[in-house]
C-alpha cells in the first residue's frame, strides 16, 4: 500500500525557515517524480513544486522561487521542502503528492500545516 | 500562467441528479507531446484531495463511472450521471500541461 506521511510543520514566525519531510513507503520511491501542494485555511490548491525521480530537475512557482528547495533522499525514500524567508502567505497545509501525467492513479499524504505568523 | 475558470463555483445538486462542472482555459492544454493534461480532483470535507479524471476523460484507479471527463482545447467538462451522498466536497479541475501547473478555483457541491 502506497503511503506518504509527511511530517516538521508548526508555527515559524516571519522571515524563518522550515523544512517539512514526507516518507514514502509502499512503491519504488525512485521511479516517481514527487511534488508538494499547498492549501491555504478554507482556500484553493497551489502546485509548489516538482522534482524529477533522480533529483536533476525541480520547478517551482514563481512565488516560492529563490525561498523554497524540493529536495529528496531516495536511500531513505524521503522528499523534503525546505522553506526559508517564510511569509504569512506561505501559510496553508502542505500535502506530499505522488502524481503522474499520463497514467492513473495519484496519491496524497494527509498534509503537515505551515503557520507563518509572529 | 495557465488560468483555469471553473463554473459554477456552488452547485446544489438532487441525489440522483447530474451534476456538470465547465473549466475553461486561457491557453490550449495541448501538450507538444499530443496529450492534453486536464486533469479533475474531489476533495471531500476534512480530506486529502484525490483525483478523478486524467488526460481529459481518463478515470483513475476505483472512480466509479457515474463521473466522466470531456472536452477539448480551452473548454473541459466533469459530469456526475447521478449524485450520491458522497460526491459532497470540492471539485478542483488542474492542468499538468505548462509549468506552472495550475488548478481552478474549486466548485463546491452539495446536496439540496
Known amino acids: 500500500e502506497v503511503q506518504l506521511v509527511e511530517s516538521g510543520g508548526g508555527l515559524v514566525q516571519p522571515g524563518g525557515s522550515l523544512r517539512v519531510s514526507c516518507a514514502a513507503s509502499?512503491?519504488?520511491?525512485?521511479?516517481?517524480?514527487m511534488s508538494w501542494v499547498r492549501q491555504a485555511p478554507g482556500k484553493g490548491l497551489e502546485w509548489v513544486a516538482n522534482i524529477r525521480d533522480d533529483g536533476s530537475e525541480n520547478y517551482y512557482v514563481d512565488s516560492v522561487k529563490g525561498r523554497f528547495t524540493i529536495s529528496r533522499d531516495n536511500a531513505k525514500n524521503s522528499l523534503y521542502l525546505q522553506m526559508n524567508s517564510l511569509r504569512a502567505e506561505d501559510t496553508a497545509v502542505y500535502y506530499c503528492v505522488r502524481f503522474t501525467r499520463r497514467l492513473p492513479d495519484d496519491y496524497w499524504g494527509q498534509g503537515t500545516l505551515v503557520t507563518v505568523s509572529s | 500562467d495557465v488560468v483555469m475558470t471553473q463554473s459554477p463555483l456552488s452547485l446544489p445538486v438532487t441525489l440522483g441528479q447530474p451534476a456538470s462542472i465547465s473549466c475553461r482555459t486561457s491557453?490550449?492544454?495541448?501538450?507538444?507531446?499530443?496529450?492534453?493534461?486536464l486533469n479533475w480532483f474531489q476533495q471531500r470535507p476534512g480530506q486529502s484531495p484525490r483525483r478523478l479524471i486524467y488526460?481529459?476523460?481518463n478515470r483513475d484507479s476505483g472512480v466509479p463511472d457515474r463521473f466522466s471527463g470531456s472536452g477539448s482545447g480551452t473548454d473541459f467538462t466533469l459530469k456526475i450521471s447521478r449524485v450520491e451522498a458522497e460526491d459532497v466536497g470540492i471539485y478542483y479541475c488542474m492542468q499538468g500541461t505548462r509549468w506552472p501547473w495550475t488548478f481552478g478555483q474549486g466548485t463546491k457541491v452539495e446536496i439540496k
Open positions: 488526460k481529459v476523460s
Open positions: 491557453q490550449s492544454l495541448v501538450h507538444s507531446d499530443g496529450y492534453t493534461y
Open positions: 509502499g512503491f519504488t520511491f525512485s521511479n516517481y517524480w
